[in-house]
């Protein structure tokens, strides 16, 4: 291994002196040189190119416009190996780029937009540049000394003769078309172990999925690389150059061979794995033939991150291939176009453990399952018995059974990094229940099960017999009734008319009562709809001949009470009075029929005004005075009521707005009116889908902090006008909101929030941190509504939130 090592050494020493000797030929850029797009003159150039022609600099064909980068001439296919600025959208022609060495700088000019620089050497005066033969670009001083390389500022790949230096990273691009920065990372840590990360975002153990194993020490040093010399060789080398691991060799009888034009590089391919590649020259054609020479994964499905939550990974053709695990659904039904999977059965809730709700769910069984989350619960036990206690788990998601050691671990949703490995000697039992659909509201519906019963023909004539007497019977009963009950009706009816309004006391604000027929005149036969929520369709109506409108909500699927009770919740609902709440101005409750009419909200819901893309987009002090808007009417809730609400489904839908567009938050105080079995929005878990707390799932007490983290949520679509979950965007980083969000303020890129809007960077910085600290997982570490309300308004300084771990999984 130690002659090895020297020969490495000689090898790398042989390269650097044959670059010197090769430097005087290289071709010189000098100041005043520039490039453009198109070549349309004998003047214009579109790149640089290397004295021998492999490599060139310039622009590059990208998405629908251009990008600035390095890549092979002559290759198969489209070969980058380096990218200026890789997560900049494309470079449109329309605005007349050019890049330009200029006044001691490399730097991109379009018309109407500020300089870029091409090179992060903004600090230096750049004075030439040259493209190396070895696929480096280096920027010079006036004495000729080198001030910047991109060999230091590698994206994807590295190419021969270049080190990836500790502490430096290799990232994947984000798919084999878009060369922006991609989920997967190789990391040179400075203990000496080379590692591939499932993450964009961190280092984390649990997210690693390859490694050369070669830590040398506990504490990080700062001296191991990772380099690729001229003949393919690809190593790992200590603080004095010594080969500690050779990934594609066992460095025992390496030998030096001709090169004969080809060029090697190891790039992070978009799937995540770590591969060398050579490029030979064909004499007769003179194109580079691509080969692969190793790979650092040979099984896709070992690549951490390939499928999001939910999903796993299988193999098909040697080609990885996402799939739901049972009792889950696509995101948004759009099958194979997003990266996770949602629950799609509703949760029971908790009784005895959930021994008493094993007749709602069932056990799908896979075999060579696996996956690395933390069971929460791990016993030995037989198969049957693993099933068993996974089925009558209120907890349990899944159970994977281990039949090398009988070992049954339990688990939660949502599980992440499954795949089917038939290397696994296991069995997955996955529990789901009745099915339930996602609406284009973001809402869940349950399917319904259907129910067959027979009879026998011997029993037929019985029971037809009993069904026509009780139906005369029936109707004889309701005949005699309908007499009374109008009667009754009618006096009662006479007398409220004779009171005028229902009478309250205290600070009770009086409630109109109004006939069934009234309404019904007033919407002229309930005929414009202006629309249909959780709890029934809304009619536009007017009173006082036309001179008054209202929104009369029909009631649907009641509570069977009584009217005193319901007179009651509607005194409840009618003390509240704040401008930030739509007013309740009367009620019809005749026999089964429960109307409500509000006060006409002209402007319609803040999700029509936010989320429609017919209509006018929102300034941006608009949407400051709305977010406000909102937060005082659930502080009003919250605090200010004489009984404190939680309203539990905070969203845009919810928020409507009147002439003077002031936001008004509606609905709030109807939940208790539900039938029990109406699942639409409201069950057992009360609220719509990408707006639940977390706590929703983690069955513990609901609290007002609930209403603080929906309220995040809707603070950051107001901010960004789009929906918590989109999935026609560009960058997969963009799918949820709340992780698109965090990603720009830890990076400073805020502005990418609001593209081609004029903010105030103080007011949207603040509005984003308002926002993340309302949606963190731990509801102690919500602010309350009334500090919400300081922070937004700029009184109370707002510290740097931490990372929310925002779930995929929407009840």
């Not at 520039?34 to 022609?53: C, E, M």
């Not at 039949?403 to 499954?418: D, E, M, W």
């Not at 026609?728 to 593209?755: Q, R, T």
């Amino acid at each position: 291994m130690a002659s090895f090592s020297i020969v490495f050494m000689l090898l790398s020493a042989s390269a650097i002196s044959l670059h010197l000797l090769a430097s005087a030929d290289d071709k010189i850029i000098l100041e005043g040189a520039s490039l453009v797009p198109i070549a349309t003159t004998s003047r214009d150039h579109s790149f640089w190119s290397s004295s021998s022609g492999y490599f060139s600099f310039g622009f590059y064909s990208y998405g629908k416009g251009y990008a600035i980068g390095i890549w092979l001439v002559g290759a198969e296919k489209n070969t980058t190996v380096w990218t200026s600025n890789r997560d900049s959208r494309p470079i449109l022609t329309s605005s007349s780029p050019k890049v330009v060495l200029d006044n001691g700088k490399l730097v991109l000019t379009r018309a109407h937009e500020p300089e870029t620089h091409v090179a992060n050497s903004s600090f230096l005066t750049v004075f030439s540049a040259s493209m190396l033969d070895n696929g480096n670009f280096v920027l010079y001083n006036k004495n000729n000394k080198t001030i910047w390389q991109s060999f230091d500022y590698p994206t994807d790949t590295i190419l021969q003769g270049q080190f990836l230096a500790t502490g430096a990273r290799l990232y994947s691009n984000s798919n084999n078309t878009n060369h922006g920065t991609g989920t997967f990372h190789l990391d040179m840590q400075g203990d000496g172990n080379l590692v591939l990360y499932g993450r964009k975002d961190g280092d984390r153990p649990q997210d690693a999925y390859w490694a050369t194993n070669t830590a040398q020490s506990r504490l990080p040093v700062i001296n191991y690389t990772l380099y690729l010399n001229e003949t393919g060789l690809l190593a790992v080398l200590n603080r004095n150059y010594g080969i500690i691991s050779s990934l594609n060799d066992d460095g025992t009888s390496y030998e030096i061979t001709e090169r004969n034009g080809t060029i090697f590089r190891a790039t992070l391919d978009a799937d995540g794995i770590f591969r060398l590649y050579s490029h030979r020259r064909e004499e007769e054609t003179e194109n580079l033939k691509e080969s692969m020479v190793w790979s650092s994964i040979d099984n896709p499905c070992q690549v951490r991150g390939t499928c999001g939550l939910n999903s796993y990974c299988t193999t098909v053709d040697a080609e990885s291939k996402s799939l739901c695990i049972p009792g889950t659904d696509y995101a948004d039904s759009i099958k194979g176009s997003t990266p996770y999977c949602l629950r799609k059965y509703p949760l029971r809730e908790c009784r005895d453990g959930g021994k008493e709700n094993t007749t709602s769910y069932n056990i799908k069984e896979m075999e060579n399952m696996y996956w690395s989350d933390n069971p929460y619960a791990a016993v030995k036990m037989y198969p049957d018995q693993c099933r068993k206690s996974c089925l009558e788990d209120c907890y349990c998601g899944v159970a994977l059974y281990y039949r090398s050691n009988g070992l049954c671990t339990k688990h939660q949703l949502p599980l992440k990094y499954v795949r089917r490995d038939f290397s696994q000697s296991t069995t997955a039992f996955f529990k789901f229940g009745d099915t339930i659909t996602i609406d284009s509201n973001n809402t869940l519906e349950k399917t319904p099960k259907s129910r067959n019963q027979g009879v026998t023909k011997n029993n037929m004539v019985q029971i037809i017999v009993l069904v026509l007497g009780f139906t005369i019977f029936s109707l004889a009963a309701l005949a005699i009734f309908g007499i009374y009950a109008f009667k009754i009706r009618d006096l009662r009816y006479k007398r409220l008319m004779d009171i005028g309004n229902l009478s309250v006391v205290g600070d009770q604000l009086t409630l109109r009562v109004f006939s069934y027929n009234d309404l019904k005149r007033a919407t002229n036969g309930f005929k414009e709809e202006l629309g249909k929520g959780s709890f029934g369709a809304v009619y536009k109506g007017a009173l006082n001949r036309g001179r008054k409108l209202v929104a009369v909500k029909r009631l649907e699927k009641l509570v069977e009470e009584g009217e005193s009770e319901f007179l009651s919740e509607m005194r409840a609902i009618g003390r509240a009075n704040h401008k930030n709440i739509v007013r309740l101005l009367g009620y019809c409750a005749e026999g089964s029929k429960r109307l409500l009419v509000y006060e006409y909200m002209s402007y319609g819901s803040l999700a029509n005004l936010l989320f429609k893309k017919e209509s006018k987009r929102l300034d941006w002090e608009e949407r400051v005075r709305i977010a406000i808007d909102v937060a005082r009417g659930i502080l009003y809730l919250h605090e200010e009521c004489k009984t404190p609400i939680i309203y539990c489904d905070i969203k845009p839908q919810n928020i409507l707005m009147d002439d003077f567009w002031t936001a008004k938050i509606s609905d709030f105080g109807l939940a208790k009116l539900l039938m029990p079995d109406q699942t639409r929005t409201m069950t057992r878990v009360r609220g719509t889908r990408g707006y639940l707390a977390p706590e929703w799932q983690k069955n513990i007490p609901i609290s007002v902090k609930t209403d603080v983290y929906s309220y995040g949520i809707v603070l950051l679509e107001i901010i960004c006008c789009r929906n918590n979950l989109e999935v026609n965007v560009e960058d997969p980083d963009e799918i949820v909101l709340a992780n698109w969000v965090y990603k720009c303020f830890v990076s400073m890129e805020l502005d990418k929030l609001v593209i081609g809007e004029e903010v105030d960077k103080k007011t949207l910085e603040n509005m984003v941190k308002v926002g993340l600290w309302c949606i963190q997982d731990d509801p102690a570490l919500r602010p309350s509504m009334k500090s919400v309300m300081l922070m937004l308004e700029g009184i109370t300084e707002i510290s740097v939130p931490p990372c929310p771990t925002y779930s995929l999984t929407f009840m």
